[in-house]
């Protein structure tokens, strides 16, 4: 389990596998708490007790809530010690703080043909315990991965090779089979993601989940934590939010796909009123669009010819994007498309597309002003990514030059 170690850094040494986080800031959508305090846990990933990972060694988070000053302790029962506490521990324990606090597990990879469990027993001082249990698929099972299918999913732009780009995909149970969420492209020397891009449709990611409180911030295991800004303890420092790529409200008929949308690779500085206004806007705008067939979304931050830098609340230097874009695709109809068809199956004319681009200030006008062609914004980035290359070179230039505002309720 050598790759864990490289989160112990960021966990601190005060108590065993234990971490509390203040959080400040917002991002567009936050809402309070008025709600009684309740003494309860859940793993991150699911919102409940149990928990599905993938095959890969990794993390998954506990989150811990209830009335500050209780004590609680935590034991993991299992032979051959393949998850454990930090260090390497089988046994943790804490006191509630009143702040966001988080109880981390470590899992090794899983060389076997077939899944595994664990079951672990969380209980607060004077209750009954909670019986938690943690399986992990075999790699022979999994059969999705954390890698994007490039070429395959319409939603992603071509890979770029580049040495501080990292690519992953998070995926999820949806109807009773594992679904995408989302994929993203981080960039280790931005701290950040240059894009994310994931699927949206009128059924199975949005509905009425309420958003968690407070923020669930984490980090994400599928990136190397060193290169993550820490923001389970609050926003990046100075006017900026911790700004979803892929929002919260996008993936709220889903919970474990919304508790996904609050990994740290998710988010950068966004300026505060851009975010909390012409930006969530724009994040509502999109919604409205999603249809009985799909809907192919990608989320970009940009660094373009720019210095600035923020910092987390450990201190870390953060760079700022200079701007955002969004850019869409969906069939005219909307119909939905029968098992088989391809986007690139289509002609121009049965397909959309659109643009946005838009500078990361608080003076931005309304978003209805940062339309543009998809091919606008290829070009807003010089050049640095393609957009929906799974159409095929001819079709996917005819459908990125398009500009068609009115076909998009946009004057």
Request: hydrophobic share 35%; with cysteine.
């Given at each position: 389990?050598?790759?864990?170690?490289?989160?112990?850094?960021?966990?601190?040494?005060?108590?065993?596998?234990?971490?509390?986080?203040?959080?400040?800031?917002?991002?567009?959508?936050?809402g309070?708490?008025?709600?009684?305090?309740?003494?309860?846990?859940?793993w991150?990933?699911s919102?409940?007790?149990?928990?599905?990972?993938?095959s890969?060694?990794?993390?998954?988070?506990?989150?811990?809530?209830?009335?500050?000053?209780?004590?609680?302790?935590a034991?993991?029962?299992?032979?051959?010690?393949?998850?454990?506490?930090?260090?390497?521990?089988?046994?943790?324990?804490?006191?509630?703080q009143?702040?966001?606090?988080?109880?981390?597990?470590?899992?090794?990879?899983?060389?076997?043909?077939?899944?595994?469990s664990?079951?672990?027993?969380?209980?607060?001082?004077?209750?009954?315990?909670?019986?938690?249990?943690?399986?992990?698929?075999?790699?022979?099972?999994?059969g999705?991965?954390?890698?994007?299918?490039?070429?395959?999913?319409p939603?992603?732009?071509?890979?770029?090779?580049?040495?501080?780009?990292?690519?992953?995909?998070?995926?999820a149970?949806?109807?009773?089979?594992?679904?995408?969420?989302?994929?993203?492209?981080?960039?280790?020397?931005?701290?950040?993601?240059?894009?994310?891009?994931?699927?949206?449709a009128?059924?199975?990611?949005?509905?009425?989940?309420?958003?968690?409180?407070?923020d669930?911030?984490?980090?994400?295991?599928?990136?190397?934590?060193?290169?993550?800004?820490n923001?389970?303890?609050?926003?990046?420092?100075?006017?900026?939010?911790?700004?979803?790529?892929?929002?919260?409200?996008?993936?709220?008929?889903?919970?474990?796909?919304?508790?996904?949308?609050?990994?740290?690779?998710?988010?950068?500085?966004?300026?505060?009123?851009?975010?909390?206004?012409?930006?969530?806007?724009?994040?509502?705008?999109?919604?409205?669009?999603?249809?009985?067939?799909?809907?192919?979304?990608?989320?970009?931050?940009?660094?373009?010819?720019?210095?600035?830098?923020?910092?987390?609340?450990?201190?870390?230097?953060?760079?700022?994007?200079?701007?955002?874009?969004?850019?869409?695709?969906?069939?005219?109809?909307?119909?939905m498309?029968?098992?088989?068809?391809?986007?690139?199956?289509?002609?121009?004319?049965?397909?959309?597309?659109?643009?946005?681009?838009?500078?990361?200030?608080?003076?931005?006008?309304?978003?209805?002003?940062?339309?543009?062609?998809?091919?606008?914004?290829?070009?807003?980035?010089?050049?640095?990514?393609t957009?929906?290359?799974?159409?095929?070179?001819?079709?996917?230039?005819?459908?990125?030059?398009?500009?068609?505002p009115?076909?998009?309720?946009?004057?």
């Amino acid at each position: 389990m050598t790759a864990f170690r490289n989160y112990l850094p960021f966990l601190g040494k005060a108590l065993v596998a234990f971490v509390v986080s203040a959080v400040f800031g917002a991002c567009g959508d936050d809402g309070g708490d008025d709600g009684p305090v309740r003494n309860e846990a859940y793993w991150k990933n699911s919102g409940s007790t149990s928990l599905t990972v993938g095959s890969a060694e990794g993390s998954a988070a506990i989150i811990i809530e209830g009335v500050a000053g209780r004590t609680y302790s935590a034991e993991i029962a299992t032979d051959d010690r393949w998850c454990s506490f930090l260090d390497g521990a089988m046994q943790a324990q804490g006191t509630v703080q009143e702040t966001l606090n988080v109880l981390y597990v470590y899992y090794s990879t899983n060389p076997e043909t077939e899944a595994r469990s664990a079951t672990l027993k969380f209980r607060f001082d004077g209750e009954a315990d909670l019986v938690f249990t943690l399986e992990q698929r075999s790699s022979s099972s999994e059969g999705t991965g954390s890698e994007p299918a490039f070429g395959v999913w319409p939603e992603l732009p071509a890979m770029v090779g580049n040495g501080n780009y990292i690519y992953a995909a998070h995926f999820a149970e949806m109807y009773g089979a594992q679904a995408r969420n989302y994929s993203y492209c981080f960039d280790k020397t931005k701290a950040g993601a240059w894009w994310v891009a994931y699927p949206l449709a009128s059924s199975g990611y949005t509905g009425s989940i309420p958003r968690p409180q407070p923020d669930p911030w984490s980090y994400d295991y599928l990136v190397d934590a060193s290169y993550q800004p820490n923001l389970a303890r609050g926003s990046y420092n100075g006017a900026y939010d911790r700004g979803h790529q892929i929002p919260n409200a996008d993936r709220n008929g889903n919970r474990e796909m919304q508790l996904q949308t609050f990994y740290c690779t998710n988010a950068t500085p966004q300026q505060s009123t851009l975010n909390q206004q012409q930006w969530a806007k724009l994040e509502g705008f999109v919604r409205n669009w999603k249809c009985a067939d799909t809907l192919y979304i990608v989320t970009g931050a940009a660094w373009i010819d720019t210095n600035r830098t923020t910092t987390d609340k450990d201190g870390k230097k953060i760079p700022i994007p200079s701007h955002y874009f969004k850019v869409l695709l969906r069939t005219t109809s909307g119909r939905m498309r029968t098992s088989g068809d391809k986007m690139s199956d289509y002609r121009a004319d049965q397909l959309m597309s659109i643009g946005f681009w838009v500078a990361n200030s608080s003076s931005t006008g309304a978003y209805s002003t940062w339309k543009m062609s998809v091919a606008d914004v290829e070009k807003k980035l010089g050049g640095r990514f393609t957009f929906f290359p799974a159409l095929g070179d001819d079709l996917a230039a005819s459908v990125k030059n398009q500009y068609a505002p009115e076909k998009w309720g946009l004057n």
